[in-house]
């Protein structure tokens, strides 16, 4: 490491100002600021020095996904080889998804990151690591047969017009991966719904001998519960019409987006973006207790299939628990008052089941209700703080 940190420091002049590769500036400083830690710190006035920074931050993130990641792409692998009646183990099962995975995140990246570094060097301004996580985040909650087009051009759309557009880093109001997420389910509605975008059904690796299957479902359990009639519904059951518990949908052996199926996985996200304080408790628990209260209103009063499934089914199938976890949570975009991030947090997991039972054709309602409630936080933020103000000055009034 200290031969790469001699070599950066010998062509760095080239990148500065007057350097015959100034116009790279942006995109050196990005490199160096990857590989190491800068060494510039404040010359004056009052700062807080930290060990902390917006890119061990982005790390940590990261390293809490891979749980969900990882066994997103065994899942992969899994409800192929289910599909095909095959038993390749469990390293080859690993390696299918693996590879059916790691495309769209290099897309993610290439695309996302690619219009960072331009918008940074057009700006001349340094390049931010927001983006490390929506680049893993967005493959992580698309279907696994989503064309990489399709996410190359929706990566592009969200980080042109939900975060470049309002300031950047920091400035946007919505998450970005999921609007990137909305943008594909808006403009690209077969590909991002039905019975068979869940399940990779084309071996094109040739790990499984090349063979295809057209004749199963492979709709998701909140797909299943959407149209299913009250009358004729026996529960959910997986692509070879073999019936899943609550337990198939705590581990995520269930058909779903990339990363959104294992609670178990998500949870040890949560341990350690909690531990880490990275993210809000207080906002990861109010989205379920929100969801919670939510599904037990709907179990009193409700006679659809939808309207009765169970809480515990409620928080653990569809991208609830991750939506909780890792989309609510976003320091950016969520509430930043104490208060504020009880009240918006338990909005979050309210309407996510209030979307997912009342709308029949959008199973899945934790990506709306979270984009709902960024618009939202700035506004409860406000309200917490004029409260704060308003019983302050009636205290001092008081004590007149």
Not at 332 to 359: C, D, P, Q, W
């Amino acid at each position: 490491m200290k031969a790469l940190r001699n070599y950066l420091n010998k062509i760095k002049p080239n990148f500065e100002e007057g350097g015959k590769l100034a116009m790279f500036r942006s995109v050196f400083e990005g490199f160096e600021s990857f590989l190491f830690v800068p060494d510039t710190t404040s010359k004056s006035g009052v700062h807080i020095h930290d060990s902390i920074d917006s890119k061990r931050t982005m790390t940590v993130v990261i390293i809490a996904l891979l749980p969900a990641l990882l066994f997103g792409m065994y899942n992969v692998g899994y409800q192929h080889n289910l599909a095909i009646g095959a038993n390749p183990g469990f390293w080859m099962t690993f390696i299918f998804g693996f590879l059916a995975v790691l495309p769209k995140i290099i897309v993610s990246y290439v695309v996302g990151l690619g219009i960072e570094f331009v918008v940074a060097q057009w700006k001349k301004e340094e390049i931010q690591e927001g983006f490390l996580v929506s680049g893993i985040l967005i493959p992580m909650i698309v279907p696994i047969d989503t064309p990489l087009w399709m996410i190359a051009v929706a990566t592009a759309f969200a980080v042109i017009f939900a975060k470049e557009v309002f300031g950047g880093t920091g400035y946007n109001i919505f998450n970005v991966a999921l609007v990137t997420r909305a943008f594909l389910f808006f403009a690209y509605p077969a590909a991002m719904s039905g019975d068979k975008v869940f399940v990779r059904t084309a071996d094109t690796f040739g790990i499984g001998g090349g063979q295809i299957v057209d004749g199963f479902s492979g709709a998701t359990p909140l797909g299943q519960i959407a149209v299913a009639s009250k009358d004729a519904f026996n529960g959910v059951v997986n692509i070879v019409g073999q019936p899943l518990s609550t337990w198939d949908a705590f581990t995520g052996f269930i058909p779903g987006s990339i990363g959104e199926t294992s609670v178990i996985a998500i949870l040890i996200g949560a341990v350690i973006l909690l531990i880490t304080q990275i993210a809000s408790w207080k906002t990861m628990i109010s989205v379920f207790v929100g969801g919670a209260f939510m599904s037990l209103i709907f179990n009193a009063i409700g006679t659809t299939v939808s309207m009765q499934t169970s809480m515990l089914d409620q928080i653990c199938l569809g991208g609830f628990a991750f939506g909780a976890v890792f989309m609510a949570t976003d320091p950016v975009t969520s509430a930043r008052t104490e208060t504020g991030k009880y009240i918006y947090g338990f909005l979050v997991g309210l309407m996510a089941i209030l979307i997912r039972v009342l709308n029949p054709g959008y199973p899945e309602g934790m990506m709306l209700a979270i984009l709902l409630m960024n618009v939202f936080a700035p506004l409860i933020d406000y309200y917490v703080v004029e409260a704060n103000i308003s019983r302050r000055l009636n205290r001092v009034k008081l004590n007149k």
